[in-house]
């Protein structure tokens, strides 16, 4: 079996036009936008025509269903990822694996495939952070809270309860989108591997061990607006001398509180008041820290708390802090990294056994069943960014690996 990269193609292209800036040339779908909301209807309207059992939970996840009533209270084998986007994004991060596991689907009926196991595929809802959580995943393993449905917020302030009513859903409603673990046979995930190592390296599957645990937080820094021409550099209170001096600083934080596999970046941030003439009273900006250790993921944070209170009292700054989220890192399944290999070998596919840096859906269920992730190269390492790309070839290959995935564990 194979699948059809045509219509495969077709359909990431026509995924691609909802939140498409023609001017940027970059996708703009974010968690409970329009856009993304959009998207999911368009999705669950492809799955219909096709005869698939298609519906959207309280959560806002897409789940398309292929079963019979001989089947039907099996565990289903679940192909997973996410359908919204970062700012300016692209094509392949998440969609890659939603499309695949569609055109898996496709495969399947078309052959006639007579299944053990129902197969599913979920397009997830808010994968990307914009409320600081992996809302759609939390929500079908259990591990969304009420707390952080009517707390969390996006960097603009925006609550994540008001941005689910704007889309048409209740919050407390995504509580009851999880899942029992008995239902859940698998699940897998296939997605760009978002760094450069596939792809200079020439290896076309990345077969993931494990993946990065990450925290966010939002920071501000209060100082003293100030008129720029009038006030002496050493009698400022000025705001965006401690993040610059912050920035300046996380080597160091990393060198001696990190690994290799830390990763710390200021993602955004915002001046106030803003102004040419004015000296900053305040910034506001985000911290984003990975790695694959939670110990040391804790001492990272401690160094950022040290050094930032440090720096507050050098410029005479007040420091302030909001922790948005905490994922720990987590281990794949060595029955499913195995699984995955044997079926790479089948295919006659070269791989390499690697770390995601990366968070992604799968990460959430890795406690709760089966969990494997299956990387495609990006094409000189890019992602989150309108120049994201992967060669179809690599997306052929690695669409062929999940639906040979997919099969064998269905009909077991």
Same mark, same amino acid.
């Given at each position: ?53 298609? +519906? ?8 398309? !269903? ?57 397009? =997830? ?15 079908? =393993?259990?591990?969304? =809270? ?18 689910? +009513? ?95 596999? =830390? ?58 802090? !909001? ?90």
């Amino acid at each position: 079996m194979k699948v059809n990269l045509e219509r495969l193609k077709s359909m990431l292209f026509a995924l691609a036009e909802f939140g498409y800036n023609h001017e940027d040339k970059g996708i703009y779908r974010q968690g409970f936008s329009d856009e993304d909301f959009a998207a999911r209807k368009w999705l669950m309207s492809c799955a219909q025509q096709e005869g698939f059992i298609s +519906r959207m939970d309280g959560a806002g996840n897409v789940i398309i !269903e292929m079963t019979s009533p001989e089947i039907a209270t099996k565990p289903a084998v679940i192909i997973g990822s996410h359908l919204d986007s970062v700012p300016a994004g692209g094509m392949f991060d998440g969609t890659l694996g939603v499309v695949a596991g569609f055109e898996c689907l496709r495969v399947l009926k078309e052959q006639e495939v007579a299944l053990t196991h129902p197969v599913w595929v979920i397009g =997830t809802s808010e994968e990307e952070g914009r409320f600081s959580g992996m809302i759609g995943a939390q929500a079908l =393993t259990g591990k969304l =809270t009420t707390q952080q449905l009517l707390s969390s917020h996006d960097a603009d302030g925006y609550m994540l309860s008001d941005a689910m +009513r704007a889309q048409g859903l209740e919050p407390m409603a995504a509580l009851g989108a999880k899942l029992p673990p008995e239902q859940i046979d698998c699940f897998l995930e296939l997605h760009i591997e978002q760094g450069p190592v596939l792809d200079q390296s020439g290896i076309q599957i990345g077969v993931v061990e494990g993946i990065a645990g990450v925290f966010k937080w939002m920071v501000k820094l209060i100082g003293k607006a100030s008129h720029a021409g009038t006030v002496p550099m050493e009698m400022r209170s000025d705001a965006f001398m401690g993040l610059a001096d912050f920035a300046y600083q996380l080597d160091r934080i990393i060198a001696e509180d990190g690994t290799d596999t =830390t990763r710390i970046t200021v993602g955004k941030a915002e001046i106030k008041p803003g102004f040419a003439h004015t000296v900053a009273g305040e910034v506001n900006f985000t911290i984003v820290a990975r790695d694959m250790d939670e110990t040391i993921m804790e001492a990272l944070e401690l160094a950022c708390h040290k050094v930032l209170s440090a720096i507050a009292r050098k410029h005479q700054l007040v420091f302030e802090h !909001e922790r948005m989220s905490w994922v720990p890192p987590v281990k794949c399944s060595p029955d499913m990294i195995q699984f995955i290999r044997l079926q790479a070998d089948a295919l006659s596919l070269n791989y390499q056994i690697m770390p995601s840096g990366a968070g992604h859906d799968c990460q959430v269920f890795c406690d709760i069943c089966p969990t494997g992730l299956i990387f495609i190269p990006s094409l000189n390492g890019v992602s989150h960014s309108q120049d994201e790309w992967s060669h179809w070839h690599d997306v052929e290959a690695g669409s062929n690996l999940l639906l040979h995935c997919v099969h064998q564990r269905a009909m077991r």
